[in-house]
Nanobody, 117 residues
Framework: QVQLVESGGGLVQAGGSLRLSCAASGSIFRLHSMNWYRQAPEKQRELVASIASAGGTNYLDAVKGRFTISGDNAKNTVYLRMNSLKPEDTAIYYC???????????WGQGTQVTVSS
């Protein structure tokens, strides 16, 4: 059974930085992509950043130029470096790993990121 464990969230002032990490335990076969989602209070969950198994990346427009996703396929680990944080980045951030067999993917428990103004 695959389990994802996130770390690195916390409270930071606007303009600050955080680095989120997500490590997967268990075997992952035929990786499709590793992703970070977020959900702010009273808002729908949204895809923040994605990195495909071949390395291509995609970002939510609101975070382009500020966030960087990276991954280590061999270690089944994915990171999200967040710079120039804004109060509107405040949300619970979720790690998600998709495989070709399980397209909805595996989910972490979420880590809170709070950006104060």
């Amino acid at each position: 059974q695959v389990q994802l464990v996130e770390s690195g969230g916390g409270l930071v002032q606007a303009g600050g930085s955080l680095r989120l990490s997500c490590a997967a335990s268990g075997s992952i076969f035929r990786l499709h992509s590793m992703n970070w989602y977020r959900q702010a209070p009273e808002k729908q969950r949204e895809l923040v950043a994605s990195i495909a198994s071949a390395g291509g990346t995609n970002y939510l427009d609101a975070v382009k130029g500020r966030f960087t996703i990276s991954g280590d396929n061999a270690k089944n680990t994915v990171y999200l470096r967040m710079n120039s944080l804004k109060p509107e980045d405040t949300a619970i951030y979720y790690c998600n790993i998709k495989t070709f067999a399980k397209r909805d993917g595996y989910w972490g428990q979420g880590t809170q990121v709070t950006v104060s103004s």
